[in-house]
């Protein structure tokens, strides 16, 4: 069974683009414009094995408030966060423990990053 990975991404073309990428590797990809829609996801008991995120989006929470409560109610869950501005990075990184990602990245950077959180070579585990 494929992991199940959750993108937070409120730039249509930027998660469209990730999205497909990780589908055609075989993930099962869920994907959320705000961190309050991935919260629903969440909370509707989906199981997610990895939520992808921006750290910068509209809405009642940006991506670092949504990583810490992962955190906090989902622990198992890895989070990484990305972000194009340097400021958001350097403000991700201090109250993050999870993996931090500059935009732009390469997708296979990303994949690279699943995988070493998830602990695969690929999707399927």
Not at 76 to 100: G, H, I, K, W
Request: a negative charge; glycine letters at 6%.
């Amino acid at each position: 069974m494929p992991a199940t990975i959750l993108i937070a991404e409120d730039e249509f073309i930027i998660r469209l683009t990730i999205a497909e990428f990780l589908r055609d590797e075989g993930y099962h990809v869920i994907e959320t414009a705000n961190a309050d829609e991935a919260l629903d996801v969440l909370k509707a008991g989906i199981p997610i094995n990895l939520l992808f995120t921006d750290v910068r989006m509209p809405g009642s929470m940006d991506g670092c408030a949504l990583a810490q409560k992962v955190r906090a109610e989902w622990p198992t869950t890895p989070v990484v966060l990305t972000s194009a501005f340097s400021e958001s990075l350097l403000s991700a990184r201090s109250v993050s423990q999870d993996f931090v990602v500059p935009k732009p990245y390469r997708p296979q950077a990303v994949l690279a990053t699943i995988r070493a959180l998830l602990g695969t070579a690929d999707a399927g585990g």
